[in-house]
């Protein structure tokens, strides 16, 4: 069964339209400081990119409804297993 155009990195679909226009999900551009990530700002950074990696999730699976938890509780392990592999503080 083909895929619908949402769930895939063709050209045109909304996945590859958000991933065009938003910056990647990669940790290698946040760097360190030498006090470590700690307080508001860093708990509202940590969010944003679980929010964005779960929203990535929701469009790999072409908007299917039904799996907001699960989405979340998956890019919340992501980013904490990122930041335990960081020297932080």
Do not use: I
């Not at 619908?4 to 339209?17: A, D, H, M, V």
């Not at 999730?57 to 799996?67: A, S, V």
């Amino acid at each position: 069964m083909p895929r619908k155009k949402e769930q895939t990195n063709e050209p045109g679909s909304e996945l590859q339209e958000f991933q065009k226009t938003s910056r990647p999900l990669t940790f290698a551009h946040h760097e360190p400081s030498g006090s470590g990530m700690h307080g508001p700002l860093a708990e509202e950074a940590r969010n944003a990119l679980v929010q964005r990696r779960a929203y990535e999730f929701y469009l790999k699976r072409g908007k299917e409804p039904g799996h907001e938890m699960e989405d979340w509780l998956r890019a919340e392990a992501e980013v904490r297993e990122w930041e335990e592999t960081q020297k932080f503080g």
